[in-house]
């Protein structure tokens, strides 16, 4: 393994891997990506690959239009096919409240030229007549959303990096990060020191670790979903969209032939990532209060994986506070996936030290302890 480097990323999912790529494309060399386990083995292999422009707040609606264009030319761009398919993303509302906020979002999202339609319950069922909606406020959907491949994704980052001499280390885990006088000087591995002026922290779920090994506060914490998909169900027609009933923090989409539907998502933070089998039954009753047909549905198996959840549920970018050369990726809240194009791209500019293509000067770890986060007029919703 080198012993200097100019470029030191630790974690080697979505986010590391893409910065790895755009650094890359960039034309910046001497980078090295460090990797404890296996490259995506963290939260990128738990995802489900959802891709949305339905935002409510303007810097994660910019994310997933700057994101966009990469996704719809992923293959030119790196040879693999990202398995894109877009269905669209149906939310469903069930209280005055929430449908009061779907459509400010919806006005929202139109003002960046999003094709949102706001559709009334009988408009809903029209379109898919196995959705239940006598107690729905109207929903929105929205054509450019839909799911991609967490997998392909990373493999064409990975593949592009490795091309242009990104050097990437499995099975090497960071221990340390080493610095002088406010200045990263490298890291310290497993597999020994590695000299460099610039650490990136692209953690995932294990941001906070990383984050004290330099003495900043990263805070993210890991919070569990799990995921349970089911034998071919070849009860309701396709295409149809990832549909999510707000109300209840539910969602399913197609899987193979099958159906994955999701799980519930831990309110304690942990780094557990086993399933919990018994909470099938909730999944089968929110399953069947919303698409009745479910109850034909036969649940095969499930996974969990951690989302790496920020106070405000925003990402934590840009250059640690008082450690020059440290940068924070961190804090995606569950849209990391969705969000790496752009995020690599922003990362990259910052790191070669450009102006970057996206304002991200409110996205700064120092917006916790300034008491700035970020709003959201109602708790943000996660795939
Ligand atoms: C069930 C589930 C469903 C999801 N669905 C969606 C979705 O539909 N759309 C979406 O956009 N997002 C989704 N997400 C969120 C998304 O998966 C994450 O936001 C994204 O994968 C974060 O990527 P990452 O690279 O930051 O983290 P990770 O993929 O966790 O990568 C971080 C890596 O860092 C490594 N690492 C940690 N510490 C060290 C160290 N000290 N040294 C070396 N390596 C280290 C870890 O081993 C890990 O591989 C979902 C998440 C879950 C759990």
Request: aromatic content about 10%; some cysteine.
């Amino acid at each position: 393994m080198e012993k200097t480097a100019d470029i030191v990323i630790v974690g080697g999912g979505i986010i590391g891997t893409s910065i790895a790529f755009h650094l890359a494309r960039k034309g910046a060399k001497g980078v090295v990506l460090l990797e404890k386990g296996m490259l995506g083995e963290g939260s990128t292999s738990k995802c489900v690959g959802g891709i949305r422009a339905q935002f409510s707040t303007e810097i994660n609606i910019r994310f997933s239009l700057e994101s966009l264009k990469t996704w719809e030319h992923f293959e030119e761009l790196t040879g693999v096919d990202l398995e894109n398919s877009r269905v669209g993303y149906l939310f469903l509302a069930t209280t005055e409240k929430e449908w009061t906020i779907f459509q400010a979002n919806a006005h929202l999202q139109r003002t960046f030229g999003i094709p949102v339609e706001l559709l009334l319950p009988q408009e809903i069922k029209y379109r898919w007549p196995y959705l239940k909606v006598d107690d729905l406020q109207g929903g929105t959907f929205c054509p450019w959303d839909g799911f991609a491949g967490p997998y392909e994704a990373l493999s064409g980052f990975i593949k592009i990096a490795r091309k242009s001499g990104v050097k990437i280390y499995e099975g090497t885990e960071v221990q340390q990060i080493l610095q002088d006088r406010g200045k990263i000087t490298g890291v310290r591995t497993t597999k020994g020191d590695i000299a460099a002026p610039i650490v990136i922290n692209a953690a995932g779920p294990f941001a906070e670790e990383v984050g004290k090994m330099a003495g900043v506060e990263v805070p993210v914490k890991p919070y569990r979903r799990q995921i349970f998909f089911t034998a071919p169900f070849p009860w309701i027609p396709d295409p149809f969209p990832l549909m999510i009933d707000f109300h209840r923090g539910w969602y399913f989409r197609r899987e193979g032939q099958g159906l994955l539907l999701s799980g519930p998502k831990d309110d304690f933070p942990s780094f557990n990532v086993n399933v919990d089998y018994d909470t099938m039954a909730e999944v089968a009753e929110n399953s069947i209060y919303r698409v009745p047909i479910l109850e034909k549905a036969e649940i095969n198996r499930g996974w969990a994986g951690s989302y790496e959840i920020s106070p405000d549920n925003h990402a934590i970018l840009g250059e640690a506070p008082g450690v020059k050369g440290l940068f924070l990726a961190n804090g995606f809240s569950g849209h990391g996936f969705q969000h790496s194009p752009a995020v690599g791209q922003v990362m990259a500019d910052l790191i070669l030290g450009e102006k970057p293509s996206m304002d991200i000067s409110g996205l700064s770890v120092e917006r916790f302890p300034q008491g700035q986060l970020i709003q959201e007029p109602m708790t943000a919703f996660k795939e």
